[in-house]
Nanobody, 122 residues
Framework: QVQLVESGGGVVQAGGSLKLSCAAT????????MGWFRQVPGKGREFVIG????????TVADSVKGRFTISRENAKNTISLEMNNLKVEDTADYFC???????????????WGQGTQVTVSS
């Protein structure tokens, strides 16, 4: 069982930056890839970015490419999402997720955090 806890959401003006963090409690000994999804009311959950457990390979959604970056500290079981040049359309609830296989949109995302809200004002 993996438990994920996000932090760092808030309100920021368009063009600004925000950093989200996710702490994972991993109890099974399985190495997980991790990533971020987002969701706005009335729409499905959208893949944003993911990172492999080892090697640092990432997959980034076109909508955030060049603006969002992901990093991880395996020793601390944490990942971070740096969001720059934020746009109003980035407003959403952001969810941390862990995958037993793959770090892209089709990964086996079995575990989810509770989400943290990001609001970008114009």
């Amino acid at each position: 069982q993996v438990q994920l806890v996000e932090s760092g959401g808030g309100v920021v003006q368009a063009g600004g930056s925000l950093k989200l963090s996710c702490a994972a409690t991993e109890r099974t000994g399985i190495d997980y890839s991790m990533g971020w999804f987002r969701q706005v009311p009335g729409k499905g959950r959208e893949f944003v970015i993911g990172i492999a457990w080892t090697g640092g390979s990432t997959t980034v959604a076109d909508s955030v490419k060049g603006r969002f970056t992901i990093s991880r500290e395996n020793a601390k079981n944490t990942i971070s999402l740096e969001m720059n040049n934020l746009k109003v359309e980035d407003t959403a609830d952001y969810f941390c997720a862990a995958s037993a296989s793959g770090w892209g949109p089709s990964g086996q995302w079995n575990y989810w955090g509770q989400g943290t809200q990001v609001t970008v004002s114009s």
